[in-house]
């Protein structure tokens, strides 16, 4: 009994390991292959072919996005390209704030926590990452940091989507 429950407590051990979530570091470099498109509230995953539009989006250890508030039409495909000009890990992920506190609640949770979606890119100090997104539904959005603490210091911004 003792060897199993030994045996049990390993396996849990390593499979919540700061190994098995990457979030934070280097391993988030994009994998080779098509992009998942899925409509989302905020709109879908764009085609670099497509791009109407580059924005470029500074981050800092300020806990800050420059700029805070970006304007775009309605099926306007967007090139963000994001430079974190700080000495640490941060991200640029676009949703709903609702989809943004939900997610911001599990890092903190789960701050190792690996995920890649075509609407988020983590960015390591002093490099350069970007995203490609197609906004074909209006509305009002946001962008946020979400790894832990830098969301909750207020590093979030808006995006306004403008119909044609």
């Known amino acids: 009994m003792k060897k199993l429950t030994s045996a049990l407590l390993a396996a849990f051990i390593a499979s919540a ?20 498109k899925e409509q989302k509230e905020w709109g879908i995953a764009g085609d670099s072919k497509a791009v109407s539009r580059t924005i470029t989006v500074g ?17 306007e495909t967007i090139r963000f390209v994001i430079k974190n ?12 704030r609702k ?29 350069t990452g970007q995203i490609v997104w197609t906004f074909n539904k209006p509305g009002n959005f946001d962008f946020a940091c979400l790894i832990a603490g830098h ?12 119909t044609r």
Do not use: W
Not at 59 to 75: C, H, L, N, T, Y
Not at 85 to 96: A, F, P
């Open 17 to 36: 390991s700061p190994l098995a979530f990457a979030h934070g570091d280097e391993g988030h470099a994009k994998k080779a292959g098509p992009v998942k």
């Open 59 to 75: 981050m800092s250890d300020a806990m800050r996005f420059s700029p805070e508030k970006i304007d775009v039409k309605q099926g």
């Open 85 to 96: 000009s700080g000495k640490i890990m941060h991200e640029m992920v676009i949703g709903t």
């Open 99 to 127: 989809d943004l506190d939900e997610h911001a609640a599990l890092m903190v949770k789960f701050p190792g926590m690996e995920h890649e979606e075509p609407y988020m890119a983590h960015v390591g100090p002093g490099k």
């Open 151 to 162: 969301y909750q210091a207020g590093m979030v911004g808006k995006i306004n989507v403008a």
